[in-house]
């Protein structure tokens, strides 16, 4: 099917729904309804979306400057949270999904995956600390330097996305990966601001039952899906220095409780 | 109807989302989250595989009591 | 949900590809790596002015 409805009239009739469906079922029903409809009724539902495809929406993403659920007494819907309503509509390719995890401008150098191996290398200086932002810093990691995924609210909205959308194993492979991007995010809260971070949100995303006010279906956790031979072991790229840790000690890693999330 | 979002921007300065500021502070605070997260994992395992050694000794226990 | 439909036009929107995502992820970084240069440029040239 090339095409899709404007709105979500049928998106949210279940008579008439004949779309993409996302396991088995009719992906509006992902989110639960008192939000659905705040979001139909949000402004930036009506006047932002309406009309979007995948490629469209990505000008909407690239102006995000928080991801969110709803906030305040009338439980509005973040723009995040409108935009990953669109994606459940949508339902894009995969290959979409992956463009807009991954992007990648060809036109700069770009780092392959051998360069991941590297990460860990301690004591890679800062020279440029005065303008480090214009010049992308140099940070250790490609992928918290925006080299993958260089539209950072973009990337959280595949994976929250991928997150509702895809299969178990599926998402255990393709978002493990962004535990290591540590880039900031501003998180809508009830209160105000928040600061999280890449790694933090998508963490949320695998380990939470509910995030960015909705509840996440229940999916096997990793060791089930190990155990059938489904998943591979998960080595953190601290994977080494924690073993060495391990041989120091005798004995677990201390990791002091500071800093409240 | 209001604009979604012209309530926030009193706010929304309050926290600075910019990355590549302090380097190697921003590297250390993931790895100390991610170095929760190891632990958090092993600790998981090691109740996991706890809970099955459990299931396995009562299911030979009846075994046992079977014959 | 009878005003969703009647608040709800019923055009139909062409999918687009993967290419074309990254054609426009490509458009609007340029654009967006443009308009940060235009940050620097105006605050450089406004510092330069204050210690004139």
Partial sequence: MAHHKADASKLLDDRGYGGRLIRG?????????????????S??????????NEATLCDRAAQIKFIGGTTGVNGKPTPFLCLAFKLIQLVPDKSVIFEYLNFEDDGEESDNE?????????????????N?????????????????GAFKYLRALAAFYIR?????????????????????????????????????????????????????????????????????????PLQGEVDAMDEDNGEEVEVVESESD | QDWDEEDDVLDIDEIDDRDGIDPEAEY???????????????????????????????????????? | RQHLVATGQTGEVTRATAEEVHQRLLWLKR?????????VLDLDSRLKLNKE
């Fill in chain 1, 25 to 41: 079922q009719n992906p509006a029903l992902l989110f639960e309804t008192g939000v659905r409809n705040r979001i139909t009724q």
């Fill in chain 1, 132 to 148: 480090g932002i214009m010049n992308g810093g140099r940070v250790q990691d490609p992928e918290a330097a925006g080299k993958r």
């Fill in chain 2, 28 to 67: 250390a605070a993931w790895k100390l989250r991610e170095l929760k997260r190891i632990k958090r994992e092993r600790e998981q395992i090691e109740t996991y595989e706890a809970e099955r050694a459990e299931i396995e000794r009562r299911k030979n226990l009846t075994d046992a009591e079977r014959e």
């Fill in chain 1, 43 to 52: 402004y930036y539902w009506k006047e932002q979306c309406f009309g979007l």
């Fill in chain 1, 164 to 236: 509702l959308a895809w299969e178990p194993v599926e998402i255990y492979n393709t978002l493990e990966p962004l535990l290591s991007d540590y880039r900031k995010l501003k998180r809508k809260t009830k209160e105000g601001y928040a600061m999280t971070y890449m790694d933090q949100f998508v963490d949320d995303l695998l380990t939470k039952e509910r995030v960015c006010a909705t509840s996440l279906w229940r999916m096997p956790p990793r060791s089930q899906l190990e155990d059938l031979d489904l998943l591979d072991v998960r080595e953190s």
């Fill in chain 1, 114 to 130: 051998g360069d991941k191996a590297e990460r860990n290398g301690e004591g890679e200086g800062d020279e440029d600390g005065d």
């Fill in chain 3, 31 to 39: 654009k967006k790596d443009e308009e940060s240069k235009g940050e």
